[in-house]
T-cell receptor, first 109, second 114 residues
Framework: GQNIDQPTEMTATEGAIVQINCTYQ??????LFWYQQHAGEAPTFLSY??LDGLEEKGRFSSFLSRSKGYSYLLLKELQMKDSASYLC??????????WGAGTKLIIKP | DAMVIQNPRYQVTQFGKPVTLSCSQT?????MYWYQQKSSQAPKLLFH???????NEADTPDNFQSRRPNTSFCFLDIRSPGLGDAAMYLC?????????????FGPGTRLTVL
């Protein structure tokens, strides 16, 4: 079966750095997405990785290792508004998005 | 601004009373999706349209139907809502169905079933 694993919840301090991991097992691979979802709102697109390596976009970076079936989202200089769920999703060989359940990130002052 | 719009944002219905949720997009995207998301769970794809081609997920209950009368609009019909259908319903679009085509989400409709 297809599976996306990510931690259920993480806590970090304002101004710090946090890394949210995602491992996947899917039928084929056509890219990995990270979305941010605030409570009660729709997911918003953060990043897309299809090649191995690190993609940096401001305070957020996303890393991919296809051989390990592994990705992480790195958030720097955490702000209170970063409190949200972060969803990892992989596009499989049928171009279907397989979603993780999300990691709830709690930022403390 | 180009966007995905969902109406209403909050919908309350009674057990067994049909309800229709709507989605429109100004992005001129070919693909439209309907997802169901329950609290602390991953979004679950119900169906998607590639232009007018309808694709139903194998485990989507018959209680859920969809219509896409034109490129811009898509509707989700729940024929006889049950208590288990209370959820956030998300509409998304993408330019194409390929790997590099990001899905953009509307704000969602939160459905309550009494």
């Amino acid at each position: 079966g297809q599976n996306i694993d990510q931690p259920t919840e993480m806590t970090a301090t304002e101004g710090a750095i946090v890394q949210i991991n995602c491992t996947y097992q899917t039928s084929g691979f056509n890219g990995l997405f990270w979305y941010q979802q605030h409570a009660g709102e729709a997911p918003t697109f953060l990043s897309y990785n299809v090649l191995d390596g690190l993609e940096e976009k401001g305070r957020f970076s996303s890393f991919l290792s296809r051989s390990k079936g592994y990705s992480y989202l790195l958030l720097k200089e955490l702000q209170m508004k970063d409190s949200a769920s972060y969803l990892c999703a992989v596009m499989d060989s049928n171009y279907q998005l397989i979603w993780g359940a999300g990691t709830k990130l709690i930022i403390k002052p | 601004d180009a966007m995905v719009i969902q109406n209403p944002r909050y919908q309350v219905t009674q057990f067994g009373k049909p309800v229709t949720l709507s989605c429109s997009q100004t992005l001129n995207h070919n693909v439209m999706y309907w997802y169901q998301q329950k609290s602390s769970q991953a979004p679950k794809l119900l169906f998607h349209y590639y232009d007018k081609d309808f694709n139903n997920e194998a485990d989507t209950p018959d209680n859920f139907q969809s219509r896409r009368p034109n490129t811009s609009f898509c509707f989700l019909d729940i024929r006889s809502p049950g208590l288990g259908d209370a959820a956030m319903y998300l509409c998304a679009t993408s330019r194409d169905a390929g790997g590099t085509d990001t899905q953009y989400f509307g704000p969602g409709t939160r459905l309550t079933v009494l």
